[in-house]
């Protein structure tokens, strides 16, 4: 009957050597020091001036998105001493001592650890014969039915599925990151979209009503043959012009006003030359208003 069970456990403790070798593997592949400095965004050809502009809010709003990224998946991020280098884990092992480059034999401790087995196996060579030998000699020693080894493999063998389900969550959580830092570059120039896309409704609105209320005045014919009905022409075409081709869309006047790294090439579309000509153009109409009623 003995040599029946130690055949089994035998084949028991080879199985579990493998599913260990196996899973460390896995971990090892999934679990790695990281960072999130964007090198390629930093030295890219965008303009330097958007860049400084935009990059501070660049990277609190997507740390926040990716925050949410993490919760999601129940997992957290782990520094490494005082660096920048982290890694990410599942919250259930955020006080392990389970890490990136761990060695076979910790990782074997850890789940012993974890699984409660600590003291009941050997594993000195990984679940080796030899292991099985002094394991066996453990319990028949202190008087337990060698049986209940089995019991204490099951757990160990748990433990590692466990860890499986664990590793599917991180793994997402670091391609979403992975992801993000080889697509920074295009993730920048979207965000920047969006923060000029806040900006340019009340442009537009702006624009169209100093265009109307300039197109009142020519209408008027007040001004007619005189220098300002000369510059309030010139004015409400440029509007018009603006308007129609220019400001259709957010996408449209951003391909129109910047190129590809967001560098300016039209610089009459920008929204500071815009705000300076609505600005002008309401000095003038004031001062238009101001001269009517000193009339």
Not at 76 to 105: A, G, M, Q, W, Y
Not at 208 to 214: F, N, P
Not at 230 to 245: A, H, K, S
Request: hydrophobic letters at 35%; charged letters at 35%; a negative charge.
């Amino acid at each position: 009957m003995r040599e029946t069970v130690v055949t089994k456990l035998n084949k028991q403790f080879e199985d579990l050597r493998k599913l260990t070798q196996e899973s460390h593997k896995r971990f090892l592949e999934t679990c790695v020091w990281t960072n999130v400095k964007l090198y390629d965004l930093v030295t890219s050809d965008i303009d330097r001036k958007i860049l400084e502009r935009e990059f501070e809010g660049f990277c609190e709003v997507s740390w926040r998105d990716y925050e949410e990224i993490l919760s999601e998946n129940d997992c957290v991020i782990k520094h490494l001493n005082r660096t920048s280098k982290f890694c990410i884990l599942h919250d259930e092992l955020e006080h392990s001592d389970l890490k990136p480059e761990i060695s076979l034999d910790e990782f074997v401790d850890e789940i012993a650890h974890r699984s409660e087995t600590y003291n009941d196996l050997y594993y000195d060579n990984c679940f080796s014969e030899e292991d099985l030998e002094m394991t066996i000699d453990l319990w028949e020693g202190n008087g337990h039915d060698i049986r209940t080894i089995e019991n204490r493999l099951e757990n160990f063998k748990e433990e590692l599925e466990q860890l499986d389900k664990y590793l599917e969550n991180m793994r997402t959580c670091y391609e979403v990151l992975n992801n993000f830092k080889a697509n920074q570059v295009k993730e920048f120039k979207e965000h920047v979209s969006d923060q000029l896309s806040f900006e340019f409704d009340n442009l537009v609105s702006n624009v169209q009503q100093a265009g109307e209320r300039v197109a009142e005045l020519v209408a008027s014919e007040v001004y007619e043959h005189t220098p300002v009905q000369q510059r309030l022409e010139e004015y409400l075409q440029f509007f018009r012009e603006l308007y129609d081709n220019v400001l259709k869309s957010c996408d449209d006047w951003i391909a129109i006003t910047y190129d590809d790294n967001l560098k300016v090439i039209r610089p009459e579309y920008t929204f500071d030359a815009l705000e300076n000509k609505l600005e002008e153009v309401g000095q003038l109409l004031n001062n238009l208003q101001g001269s009517e009623r000193d009339a």
